[in-house]
C-alpha cells in the first residue's frame, strides 16, 4: 500500500514531498520486506525504514483418503505403501510437501493401524487420519487325531478338544479349537472289562 500518508514531515524551507521505495502497487511475497519513506525539498532529503512483514496464514487444501483395507501376507504382517502418492494437495503460497505417519515402509500387525496425512507449505500445516484394517485371510489348519474313551457306568464320556486335537495350527498364532459331535459310530465299540 500507499505508507507516504502515515509520515509526518517538516522542513524550514516548506513543506517536503515523501516517496516511497518500492512504491505502492509492488507485489512482494511472504516474509520481510523493507519499505524506505524519503522526504525531500527538493534539495535535501532525509530516509527512514521500517519492515513489513507478509505472513502466510491459509493452510493447504487436499482431500484425506477414506478407510483402508488390506490383506497380511504369510506371516500375518503388512508393509505400510507410500499413501502420500494418493494426496493431491494445493496452497496459496506454492507446492505443499506432503508426509504420512507412520512411514512407507513400516511393518505392521494385523488389525487396525491409524494413517496420519500430513500438508504443510512450510508455514502451516492441515492433517488428517483414517484407519488401515490389515486382515488375516488365510485359515486355521484343524489336526484331528483318533483317540480311544471309557464310558462310565451310565454310558457316558467327557471328551475334550485338547484330546482330540493332533496339533491344529494358524499362521498367525494360537487356534481355539471346539468340538461338534453329531454323530457317533458304534461299530468300534469294545466289550466292557470289569
Known sequence: ??????????????????????IPGTMVGTGTTIITLTASDGTNSADCTFDVVVSDT??????????????ASATCDFTVPDYTALITATDNCG????????IAGTII??????ITISVT?????????FNLSVQET???TAVCQDITIALDAMGMAVITPTEVDGGSFDNCGNVTTTININTFDCSN????EV
Open 138 to 140: 488365510t485359515p486355521p
Open 1 to 22: 500500500p500507499d505508507y507516504t500518508g502515515l509520515a509526518t514531515a517538516t522542513d524550514n524551507a516548506g513543506t517536503p514531498t515523501v516517496t516511497q521505495s518500492p
Open 109 to 114: 500387525a494385523v488389525g487396525i493401524t491409524v
Open 95 to 102: 507446492t505443499p510437501t506432503v508426509t504420512q505417519s507412520p
Open 121 to 129: 507449505d512450510g508455514t502451516n500445516t492441515n492433517t488428517c487420519t
Open 58 to 71: 491459509t493452510a493447504p487444501i487436499f482431500t484425506c483418503l477414506g478407510d483402508q483395507t488390506e490383506t
Open 189 to 192: 465299540v469294545g466289550e466292557n
